[in-house]
């Protein structure tokens, strides 16, 4: 069970090797943090924890094998902060109704191609192709100011 203090940050861990990294970081500014395997993670769990935010680590699984592992969906439903780094934030990707999809020919590192939809939310305007000389314009404007 999550300690109840005033700033709790709670990490999922997937498997990451970077786990207790993260964890360390967040202690060194002062912030209550405690790692739980995502096999740990229930609704009840989730319900009385006193979390102010959540990691989702990354981990060596896939989300497009069907034995991924997940945490409950009433996870969005706490209203806190939420990062996925890695596979958590292919989790966060799926659970919402997005598509992850498998990068055939490109390395595991590197440059990632978004494609805009008819459904991408406003506040990623500007980060698509089409768009980037709109916003670099706009970037450049506010630099001037």
Known sequence: MIKKTKDNLLIIDFGSQVTQLIARRFRELNVYCEIHPYQKISKEFLHSSSAKAIILSGGPASVLDETSPGVPK??????????????????????????????D?????????????????????????????????????????
């Open 74 to 103: 009433c996870i969005f439903d706490l209203g806190i902060p939420i990062l996925g780094i890695c596979y958590g934030q292919q989790l966060m990707m799926k659970m919402l109704g997005g598509q992850v999809e498998s990068a």
């Open 105 to 145: 020919k490109t390395a595991e590192f590197g440059r990632a191609f978004v494609t805009k939809t008819k459904s991408t939310p406003p506040f990623l305007d500007g980060w698509f192709k089409e768009e980037q000389k709109k916003f670099g314009c706009l970037m450049a404007t506010m630099l001037q100011s």
